[in-house]
């Protein structure tokens, strides 16, 4: 049977159908992804609670914790960042054959830059909460946690990106003055200036 012998009301039908079960779908993964990411932020959060005051009772204390996660988050985000996970195949045809290991990496380095922020920010008093319960008051060292890591994330980062700045600026220079020295050769023409 041709679309032309349906009858009618057939095509209206299988279209509802596929709406109907499109929404269904859309529905489901609202569903379990809401489910997932509260069990998600939840376990996070009390995997949190759990383990800061183990961490920060070890030597170096609140100071030092609040340092190593400043540096973990910025060696999250330059591993996110870094040109050399995103990049395809060097021939240029898209497939490259660990481009599922990169994705992967990228994603590992996206989740070590954000998770320092939710470690600390888990152990901060809670919003509508009485001092007195367990799970949502303040957990001690947190605040110099936070303060030496906003402080790691500012000035390193800032040090990288002025380092990174000046050696690309160093590179340009570099190219400059070679494409300057090709020209006075007559190297430097185009094919066309040549003839």
Sequence with gaps: MTGRERPVGEGADRGRRLRVRDGVGLVLFLVVGAAVLVGVFGGARWAARESAPVLYDLPGGSWGVGGV??????????????????????????????????????????????????????????????????????????????????????????????????????RRAHERERLRKLRRRGEGKSRAARR
């Design 69 to 170: 996660l400043g540096l973990v988050t910025l060696l999250g985000w330059g591993g996110a960042a870094s040109g050399r996970l995103a990049s395809p195949a060097a021939n240029g045809s898209g497939k490259a054959p660990g481009a599922v290991l990169r994705r992967l990496a990228r994603g590992v380095c996206a989740v070590a830059a954000v998770a320092p922020v939710v470690f600390l920010i888990s152990g901060l008093q809670g919003k509508n909460c009485r001092m007195y319960e367990q799970d949502c008051s303040y957990i001690p060292g947190t605040g110099p946690a936070l303060l030496v890591y906003v402080g790691c994330v500012a000035v390193v980062g800032w040090l990288t990106y002025r380092r990174r700045r000046a050696v690309l600026e160093e």
